[in-house]
């Protein structure tokens, strides 16, 4: 089957780091997506994944280990306005539609002064 | 670039009515978009993945009669919810899939459902 797991709630401090961990089973892995989403509005992409290592975008990093099913968020230099659900999502080729994203259900970062 | 529209942003109706909700991608063409509900403090939900010129495909337990998925073109779908009932209230989003390179799903700002 296919599943997808994230923590529930973290917390941070302004100008600190953090890691938002994710890991997925899947059986025909295409390719991993992190989102944000503030309270009240629509999910903003951030970045994509579908090879091992590390992709950097500024504050925001992703890394992926597909052998372990594995893939982290990196924020750094933390801001208030980074406070928000975290979303990671998988596509996989054997889900019958290879266009959909198979979704967790998101980690809620708040970020504290 | 990428950018996604949705029209209305919120509505409020009566039970029983129907709603149509407006999916645009304005910057790029969209054979595939996709419709979600999103419930308070909950993860996305998918619905429907709406295909240009055939029929959408819904997810398990979604009532294809009662919410009514139309992609007329490459750049527009809309959702009809028929005979909206309370339990419809909920914060609608949907997708475009932006093909080549990373196939990304882009998202419009949501609109927010009130059925009374």
């Known amino acids: 089957g296919q599943n997808i797991d994230q923590p529930t709630e973290m917390t941070a401090t302004e100008g600190a780091i953090v890691q938002i961990n994710c890991t997925y089973q899947?059986?025909?892995?295409?390719?991993l997506f992190w989102y944000q989403q503030h309270a009240g509005e629509a999910p903003t992409f951030l970045s994509y994944n579908v090879l091992d290592g590390l992709e950097e975008k500024g504050r925001f990093s992703s890394f992926l280990s597909r052998s372990k099913g594995y893939s982290y968020l990196l924020l750094k230099e933390l801001q208030m306005k980074d406070s928000a659900s975290y979303l990671c999502?998988?596509?996989?080729?054997?889900?019958?539609?290879?266009?959909?994203?198979?979704w967790g259900l998101g980690t809620s970062l708040a970020v504290n002064p | 670039g990428a950018v996604v529209s949705q029209h209305p942003s919120w509505v409020i109706c009566k039970s029983g009515t129907s709603v149509k909700i407006e999916c645009r991608s304005l910057d790029f063409q969209a054979t595939t978009m996709f419709w979600y509900r999103q419930f308070p403090k909950q993860s996305l939900m998918l619905m429907a993945t709406?295909?240009?010129?055939?029929?959408?495909?819904?997810e398990q337990g979604v009532e294809k009669d009662k919410f009514l998925i139309n992609h007329a073109s490459l750049t527009l779908s809309t959702l009809t919810v028929t005979s909206a009932h309370p339990e419809d209230s909920s914060f609608y989003i949907c997708s475009a899939f932006l093909a080549g390179g990373q196939d990304t799903q882009y998202f419009g700002p949501g609109t927010r459902l009130t059925v009374l």
């Open positions: 999502a998988v596509r996989d080729r054997n889900a019958g539609n290879n266009r959909k994203l198979i």
């Open positions: 709406s295909n240009e010129g055939s029929k959408a495909t819904y």
């Open positions: 899947t059986s025909g892995f295409n390719g």
